[in-house]
């Protein structure tokens, strides 16, 4: 088994410094304490190439790290990258073909203006729907009116979410936005893609998380505490939107999770804490459905009721999900582990769980294309 | 606007495939679609490059196909529209 043995972060948002040099940051006290021990780097990033004018990056982050001789790839799978990259992760861990890995997320989106942004990340969809002048931003707004007319939910759950995602971002020292935002305040926000309004969208923004992953059985030889993977489950579903059935159920968020707690050998209601890929506010409410936290269609009850927010049932996105810690791509689902790894660890501060000890966390590619969900456990 | 059709099974499909989701076939063809009912209607403020400021996109159901396309009109959902293309790509009108 393959644990986190240590992370680190970059204050996500608008950041002066280039892409690499962010990598390098978030990087730079793993190294610092661990160079000789690293023996693969795995990056994941999705968009050096449209932001950066950069290719081969895993490369040039290992020479700037003076880790030049250590292997590396890059994963790229555009919002889901850190999900995959951790499943590489730690299948060369288990596999032994490495022991120590180095795992970077990083992305670099702001300077473009947002028109050019949204056509940059509408590139991962099929051409005869892109062409539609579809936005990844609209396909949630489709999302939530499937989802209000279905279930009959009222527009204010989903709104909800932006304000428990605000809140715990405001506890979140390397979140983008630290400040709390009212109910009123985001039903009278900007809308962007009726019904969705901009404080329930993840803004555009720069930002690294690092992660050492070493074997369990080496975990003493580093810090000694750590979030052990103790199940991976990784599922896709069709890219083509046409070609879906529903669009309030994510297939592959449902097979990913199943998977995941099989191998882990424990049940959802086992978790005590998780981070869900809440790109816009809606699609924390159905993924916290689809991983199983919530019968279908009852998911908005519990975002109304505050069973998700910190203290209740089940604490969903503590770090303030993509919501309000921001949401630099390649970087994502990197920083949804090392959450989830300070919470095992007992090292998050005032967004602390009480006596977390399993974890949950669903990195999620394009719009419903692929997942991976992953199973933790506190180990010491 | 144009989609796919099985020629071996006559599943028809929006997305360009080698082989029929179905069936399995390559002998995929191309034929017109030209009207549906709109399911659900979006109207958009942020749009990607290189479309205009200001559109809805209305999702449509073609005799069982889905598809998007874009409308300057104000839709409902269950209006009957006409699609055809523009420079950009399907657009929609009431009929
Ligand atoms: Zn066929």
Redo the contacts between chains.
């Keep these: 088994m393959s644990v986190i043995a240590d992370a680190s972060f970059t204050r996500f948002g608008k950041r002066e410094e280039g892409l690499l040099d962010l990598a390098c940051e978030s990087a730079s006290p793993i190294v610092n304490k661990f160079a000789d021990d690293i023996d693969f780097i795995v990056v994941s990033n999705s968009y050096s190439g449209e932001y950066n004018d950069i290719s081969g990056i895993n490369n040039l982050i290992s020479t700037k790290l003076s880790l030049d001789t250590v292997p590396s790839i890059r994963v790229d799978n555009t919002s889901g990258s850190g999900g995959s990259a951790l499943m590489v992760a730690d299948s060369l861990i288990r596999s032994g073909s490495a022991s120590n890995v180095l795992v970077i997320g990083a992305e670099k989106m702001t300077g473009y203006p947002?028109?050019?942004s949204?056509?940059i990340?509408?590139s991962l969809l099929?051409p005869?729907?892109?062409?539609?002048?579809?936005?990844l931003?609209?396909l949630g707004?489709?999302m939530a009116?499937?989802y209000l007319s279905e279930f009959h939910a009222p527009r204010e759950a989903i709104a909800k979410i932006a304000v428990k995602n605000h809140h715990n971002g405001s506890l979140n020292p390397f979140a983008q936005f630290q400040s709390e935002v009212s109910l009123e305040d985001v039903m009278n926000s900007?809308?962007?893609?009726?019904p969705l309004r901009i404080y329930e969208y993840c803004p555009i923004s720069d930002g690294a998380v690092s992660l050492l992953m070493v074997p369990e059985e080496s975990l003493h030889s580093f810090s000694g505490k750590g979030a052990s993977i103790i199940g991976t489950g990784y599922s896709s579903a069709t890219?083509?939107?046409?070609?879906r059935k529903s669009l309030t159920t994510l297939d592959c968020v449902r097979k990913a999770s199943e998977t995941a707690l099989k191998r882990g050998g424990i049940g959802i209601s086992d978790v005590s804490v998780a981070e869900l890929h809440d790109m816009t506010s809606v699609l924390e409410i159905i993924e916290s459905e689809d991983a199983g936290f919530f019968r279908k269609g009852e998911g908005w009850r519990a975002a109304m009721n505050g069973d998700t927010q910190i203290g209740g049932q089940i604490p969903i996105n503590t770090s303030g999900g993509l919501n309000s810690k921001g949401h630099p791509i390649g970087a994502s689902g990197i920083a949804q582990a090392a959450e989830i790894y300070q919470q095992l660890t007992g090292t998050a501060g005032k967004r602390q769980v009480e006596d977390a000890h399993y974890g949950f966390s669903l990195s999620m590619a394009g719009f419903g294309n692929s997942a991976t969900a992953i199973v933790y456990e506190g180990v010491a | 606007m144009k989609i796919s059709r099985c020629r071996n099974c006559d599943a028809k499909?929006?997305?360009?495939r080698v082989f029929c989701?179905s069936c399995k076939s390559d002998a995929i063809e191309m034929i017109d679609l030209l009207e549906g009912k709109v399911i659900?209607i979006?109207?958009?403020?942020?749009?990607?490059?290189?479309?205009p400021?200001n559109?809805s996109?209305a999702?449509i159901d073609a005799n069982g196909?889905?598809?998007?396309?874009?409308t300057d009109e104000s839709l409902k959902k269950g209006d009957s529209v006409g699609i055809t293309e523009d420079e950009?790509?399907?657009i929609c009108n009431k009929i």
């Design positions: 947002t028109k050019r949204t056509r990340i509408a099929q005869e729907e892109r062409n539609a002048g579809l936005s931003p609209s707004a489709f009116r499937s900007r809308v962007i893609a009726d890219s083509s939107l046409s070609f | 499909f929006l997305v360009g989701p659900e979006v109207s958009l403020v942020a749009t990607p490059e290189p479309f400021d559109y996109i999702m196909i889905v598809l998007f396309a874009r950009f790509g399907p």
